[in-house]
């Protein structure tokens, strides 16, 4: 039987943290969803760093479809969870619906991989990550330790059934740790 992955994502997240987890998950596949607060069309953004600016530039890049949305989300149907970065996760954060769909696969203890600024959307459930290791964008730190997690300076980090990763370039190995515990 097929496994199938639910990503949460809104508008202004950032393209090749949804592009390639979506698409790496088709091509092993596995049934993939994407939600977001309703279903629509979204607009993805892409971030870079440029010599002349402190923090990360941003670009409007691709269309993508939701599939459903949150209200619509049943997590008992899906065997892991992505969440990717950009900027989606501040606002995403804010739907009332999210935040028992994120709490499920952790009571589960089901396989969840959060990258960049996915870890806004992990501080929505403080009292289960609470103590875990993770990392995230360094820019989320602050927020990570504010939940009692323990911040992981390292790109790439696994502890127990939550892989989590700075940025999109960290994709290739975030995406193999996730895959390895899915399967």
């Known amino acids: 039987m097929s496994k199938k992955v639910l990503i949460v994502t809104g508008d202004a997240v950032e393209a090749l ?12 596949g596995f049934e993939t969803v994407i939600a977001s607060p309703t279903k629509k069309t979204l607009h993805t953004v ?11 530039t941003e670009k409007p890049a691709y269309l993508l479809d939701s599939h459903m949305a949150f209200a619509d989300v049943k997590p ?15 606002y995403i954060r804010l739907n009332e619906h999210l935040k028992p769909i994120v709490s ?13 600024h996915g870890s806004q959307v992990l501080a929505l459930i403080g009292d289960q990550i609470k103590g875990r290791e993770m990392t995230a964008y360094q820019a989320c730190r602050p927020d990570v330790e504010a939940c009692g997690a323990i911040y ?29 515990l899915l399967k």
């Open 17 to 28: 943290e949804i592009y390639y987890p979506y698409y790496r998950c088709l091509e092993e």
């Open 76 to 90: 008992e149907e899906f065997d892991g969870l992505i969440i990717p970065g950009g900027r989606a996760p501040e």
């Open 152 to 180: 992981q300076t390292n790109t790439l980090h696994v502890h127990e059934n939550l892989v989590s990763g700075h940025a999109w370039p960290d994709l290739p190995g975030f995406m193999r740790e996730f895959i390895r």
């Open 46 to 56: 892409c971030h870079d760093f440029v010599p002349e600016s402190e923090t990360y």
């Open 104 to 116: 499920h696969f952790f009571t589960a203890g089901k396989p969840v991989a959060s990258i960049c």
